[in-house]
């Protein structure tokens, strides 16, 4: 049970340990480590708590692994997952605050992040068109797609009303198609 849980915290410790540029980052990890290697759930599944994550207050990254972690190995898996996920920036963060004055101005840390931060707007692409490939699937997907893309680049609501607003098409659009299914099958 111990080794168990000592996995899920070490596989999140890996992520949280690489995911620079936050949870955006963190999709191709989750995929290859959760779906690809472990095997633990669909890309569905991920997808749709990567979604709820985003409309929730706090961190993706550490949502996503909470709802991850819960769904393998319910309470203590969330725990394990979460703590997993948030030790590595904990020790960055102390050792970097330990070093601060000579840190930052050190050329090659700048370097590197400037390296990273271009690594991670790669890693946040592939995301984005792995993502669109799953969840874009029909006219009403595409449209809901460049709905919320549009408002999100021109205005400053929040992604909770978005995924809210999406949710609520989606199911009133399957009621329609419901409704029109059984008229047309009331109707032969």
């Known amino acids: 049970m111990l080794a168990e849980f000592l996995s899920i915290y070490w596989k999140f410790f890996k992520m949280g340990a690489v995911t620079f540029g936050g949870g955006y980052a963190m999709l191709p990890i989750l995929r290859r480590e959760i779906i690809e290697n472990s095997h633990w759930m669909e890309e569905e599944d991920i997808m749709d708590y990567y979604a709820l994550s985003q409309g929730l207050p706090g961190i993706i990254a550490i949502n996503t692994s909470v709802f991850i972690g819960y769904h393998h190995r319910k309470t203590r898996g969330a725990i394990a997952a979460a703590l997993g996920v948030v030790s590595p920036s904990i020790i960055i963060i102390t050792i970097i605050a330990l070093f601060l004055a000579g840190f930052k101005d050190n050329i090659y ?50 992604p909770v009303i978005y995924v809210i607003a999406a949710a609520t098409v989606g199911i009133a659009a399957k009621a329609v198609v419901r409704a029109r299914k059984n008229g047309e099958e009331a109707a032969k």
């Open 109 to 158: 840390v700048q370097r590197a992040l400037s390296a990273i931060s271009v690594c991670v707007v790669a890693l946040i692409l592939d995301a984005v068109l792995k993502m669109w490939k799953k969840g874009v699937k029909d006219v009403l997907t595409l449209c809901i797609c460049l709905v919320v893309l549009a408002l999100s680049l021109m205005t400053k609501i929040s």
